[in-house]
Each structure stands twice: as C-alpha cells, then as structure tokens.
C-alpha cells in the first residue's frame, strides 16, 4: 500500500526558508519519480518540482533558483527546501508519485509565508 505523508509546512516571515518532508512507504523513492505541487485558495493545483529516477529535477519558472528538491533514500524521503520565501508561496504543497502507473497524493502541509 502506497503512502505519502507530507511534514514540515508552518508559518514562516517573507525572506526566511521552510523545509518540507514527504515520508514514502510502498514505494522506492530512490526509483520513482516524485514531485511537489502546491494549491492556493482558488487556484488550481500547480507542479512546484520533480525528482526523476535518474536524478534529473524541473521546477516551476515561480520557484527556479528559490526551492530544491531532493530524496534520501535511506529514509525513503523526498524534502523541498525553501529559500527566499514570498507570500505568494503561500498554499498548502502536496507530495505526489506515479509509482507503477499510479497516482498517489498525501494529504498536504500547509504554509503560509507573511509580509
């Protein structure tokens, strides 16, 4: 059975960073492609980053020389840190694969970045 368990969202000041955990079981992170996306209140749900198997990453024009992400595979865990947060980050970021053909979701953290 697939889970994806999302930690680490908060509030945090516009400038300072946030690290994100997603906690993989069922899956291998170190062979799935795994991404982040985030939701803001009205708005729809948007890809933020993605880790392929091979190591490859792609990020959202929004967050490129801000955000990374990365996979500790002893841990079975994929992070996004986050620099130089702005309040337009603000939504709830959800960790996401489609190991094996599926499409599996956590339930999502949320962060909120003041002004």
């Known amino acids: 059975q697939v889970r994806l368990v999302e930690s680490g969202g908060g509030l945090v000041q516009a400038g300072g960073p946030l690290r994100l955990s997603c906690r993989a079981s069922g899956i291998n992170v170190k062979i799935a492609a795994m991404a982040w996306y985030r939701q803001a209140p009205g708005n729809q749900r948007e890809l933020v980053a993605r880790i392929f198997k091979d190591g490859d990453t792609n990020y959202a024009d929004s967050v490129k020389d801000r955000f990374t992400i990365s996979r500790d595979n002893a841990y079975n865990t994929v992070y996004l840190q986050m620099n130089n947060l702005e309040p337009e980050d603000t939504a709830v970021y959800y960790c996401?694969?489609?190991?094996?053909?599926?499409?599996?979701w956590g339930q999502g953290t949320q962060v909120t970045v003041s002004s």
């Open positions: 996401n694969t489609d190991w094996k053909g599926g499409d599996f």
